[in-house]
Nanobody, 115 residues
Framework: VQLQASGGGSVQAGGSLRLSCAVS????????RAWYRQAPGKEREFVASIASNGNTNYADSVKGRFTISRDIRQNTMHLQMNSLKPEDTAVYYCYVRNVWSAEYWGQGTQVTVSS
């Protein structure tokens, strides 16, 4: 299973970015997709998740600004990030889990927000 994240970059505060994560096609039974992030000197933290039934969950720090989505046919997932803040600066990782509780991580994509 391979996850390929893309879409990171550098923006000014208030700007937007859209992250994407392509999951290799031979990945049956995915029941959860999520994004995590890790800022320098900090632990990796949860950002957003979307379940197989479409239910979404967000960290309080990103509610109202970030939107997670998925395209099951294309086997991709996205994170639309609006109103970005300097504290959103981090490496963002995509994550999936299948019905057998196997977990997979993408390689990470850097997001830098300047004030």
């Amino acid at each position: 299973v391979q996850l390929q994240a893309s879409g990171g970059g550098s923006v000014q505060a208030g700007g937007s970015l859209r992250l994407s994560c392509a999951v290799s096609r031979n990945t049956p039974g995915i029941n959860a997709r999520a994004w995590y992030r890790q800022a320098p000197g900090k632990e990796r933290e949860f950002v957003a998740s979307i379940a197989s039934n479409g239910n979404t969950n967000y960290a309080d720090s990103v509610k109202g600004r970030f939107t997670i989505s998925r395209d099951i046919r294309q086997n991709t997932m996205h994170l639309q990030m609006n109103s970005l803040k300097p504290e959103d600066t981090a490496v963002y990782y995509c994550y999936v889990r299948n019905v057998w509780s196997a977990e997979y991580w993408g390689q990470g994509t850097q997001v830098t927000v300047s004030s």
